[in-house]
């Protein structure tokens, strides 16, 4: 009478590990474009939200080319965790994204002709993790 065989085979094992170390790699790729993109959105959060005080301010002001000289002067906020250096510059307002794939900023630019806020970003940035309105 023959034992049944218990356990797993070399080659069993092999397979197994081997096909862990293929989902693992894929996961880890997946996951890093999913936390770059997490950034991103941060920024652009961060900026989408000073639009409509930056232009409250100049309406008050009566003059749409008076525009607060920094973003904390509108009790805006300035950084966040992946973000820094947010800046006011007329008709412009940009923050850095902070990472270690990829550096650059994300520019909101204000036409004060058509009063439509247009997204862009800096030279050389990867294009891959913005969304399709700043490519």
């Not at 023959?2 to 590990?17: A, D, H, P, W, Y």
């Not at 994300?106 to 970003?121: G, L």
Request: proline residues 4%; hydrophobic residues 40%.
């Amino acid at each position: 009478m023959r034992s049944k065989q218990r356990g797993l085979t070399l080659i069993e094992m092999i397979i197994v590990i081997g096909i862990i170390s293929v989902l693992a790699g894929v996961s880890i790729m997946t996951y890093s474009d999913y936390m770059q993109r997490a950034k991103v959105s941060e920024t652009l959060l961060l900026l989408s939200a000073l639009k409509t005080p930056i232009l409250e301010f100049a309406r008050v002001q009566n003059d749409l080319g008076n525009w607060p000289a920094t973003p904390a002067s509108i009790g805006a906020i300035t950084e966040g965790k992946y973000t820094t250096n947010i800046t006011i510059a007329k008709p412009k307002i940009w923050g850095q994204v902070i990472s270690l794939m990829s550096e650059g900023s994300i520019i909101f630019v204000y036409d004060t002709i058509t009063h439509i806020w247009t997204c862009t970003h800096s030279p050389g940035y990867t294009l891959k993790y913005l969304p399709h309105s700043c490519k």
